[in-house]
């Protein structure tokens, strides 16, 4: 008889048999920096994730450079909003200050940042507004202005969230005509039009004043599209490739993964871990190995990189 069932008989040949298994080395870890002094504020609808003014955030990059988490997505809520979002390309600015003093302070942390408008706009959409939609191509000079500042505030990588077209090529070409041929772009290459972003917008303060997303993020239902969305991002020289949301999304993963020879990353959003917090507060279901297990279905699934608000928690048992 055909016995799957010889190889589960104990722990030790499990270990031996396991196909995937997730590291420290896996993990990208998001924080939010807001402008201001003396704020530690939690995010209601995210337990155990914080916005931190920079006079403040030595103690969780302490924290996560102990847990040996090689890498941090930043993103910045400006004191002051404008139309077109002007915040994100000022030197000066919160993210420039904040690139400017992790790099001083804690230098083995490579720097990630999200490119986009939705925290600095005051109508909370990803760009320029014309006729009531974002305006691709002007937003595409505003992205070229905003990394060219990351860069020069000295981001470790660039990762442009907004799902304009042409935004890999637009933002190649201006790093490599700035001297910046050696920096990496992560690409949001595949962005659903998701509702599991709900309490990120809480915690950054960019849900859109009118309308939606869905003029310029992908409609949930597309699978083919996707596969071109991540074939442009290639061509026009993303190093990296991003699915967003994960968990609902893991099929996506394994196409990118199998069609394209480079790093995938997948974002574990803000509502995918409200979620199992939500439910795990209520102790209806186990925290801990829902957050491992679902971890894991995301390496199976094949993404190399995990961009998730799990980080530390997962890296302190992964530490163990
Ligand atoms: C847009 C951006 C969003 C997220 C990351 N970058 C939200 C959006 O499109 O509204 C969502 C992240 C999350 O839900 O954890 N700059």
Same mark, same amino acid.
């Given at each position: ?27 990208? @870890? /998001? ?15 995210? /337990? ?41 390309? #000022?030197?000066?600015?919160?993210? !420039? !200050?904040?690139?400017? +003093? ?39 000079? #505003?992205? !070229?202005? !905003? ?5 020069? *505030? ?9 799902? &304009? ?11 490599? #005509? ?7 772009? &992560?690409?949001?290459?595949?962005? +659903?039009?998701?509702?599991? @972003?709900?309490?990120?917008?809480? *915690? ?11 003029? @310029?993020?992908?409609? /949930?239902? #597309?699978?083919?599209?996707? &596969?071109?969305? =991540? ?6 020289? *993303? ?5 967003? /949301? ?22 574990? %959003?803000?509502?995918? @871990? ?15 190995? %829902? &957050? ?10 094949? =993404? ?9 928690? *997962? ?6």
């Amino acid at each position: 008889m055909n016995r799957t069932r010889r190889l589960r008989k104990k722990e030790s040949i499990r270990r031996l048999v396991r196909e995937n298994s997730l590291s420290v080395n896996d993990f990208v @870890y /998001p924080l939010f920096i807001e402008e201001g002094s003396g704020i530690e504020s939690e995010i209601e609808s995210m /337990p155990g994730i914080k916005r931190f003014s920079l006079d403040r955030i030595s103690s969780e990059l302490n924290e996560v450079v102990e847990l040996n988490i090689p890498s941090i997505l930043l993103f910045g809520i400006p004191a002051d909003k404008d139309e077109e979002g002007t915040e994100t390309w #000022n030197d000066e600015g919160i993210i !420039q !200050q904040a690139i400017k +003093f992790i790099k001083k302070n804690y230098p083995s942390l490579y720097i990630i940042t999200d490119v986009c408008f939705c925290e600095y706009t005051s109508h909370g959409h990803c760009g320029i507004i014309h006729n009531h939609d974002v305006d691709n191509d002007s937003t595409l000079t #505003n992205i !070229q202005k !905003q990394v060219i500042s990351h860069a020069k *505030a000295g981001a470790d990588m660039v990762a442009p969230s907004g799902m &304009m077209d042409g935004t890999i090529e637009a933002v190649r070409s201006v790093l490599d #005509n700035s001297g910046f041929e050696d920096l990496p772009i &992560m690409a949001y290459s595949v962005k +659903f039009s998701s509702a599991f @972003y709900g309490p990120f917008r809480d *915690a950054a303060d960019s849900a859109p004043a009118f309308g939606d997303r869905k003029t @310029y993020q992908m409609d /949930p239902a #597309n699978r083919e599209e996707a &596969m071109l969305e =991540a074939k442009y991002d290639n061509n026009e020289g *993303a190093d990296i490739l991003m699915v967003k /949301p994960a968990l609902s999304y893991l099929d996506i993963v394994r196409d990118l993964k199998n069609e394209f020879n480079k790093p995938i990353a997948c974002y574990n %959003v803000s509502g995918e @871990y409200a979620m199992v917090k939500a439910a795990a507060q209520k102790g209806w279901i186990d925290g801990e190995k %829902v &957050m491992m297990e679902s971890l894991t279905s995301m390496k199976r699934a094949g =993404a190399d990189i995990i961009i998730t608000y799990f980080a530390k928690e *997962a890296a302190k048992i992964l530490n163990k």
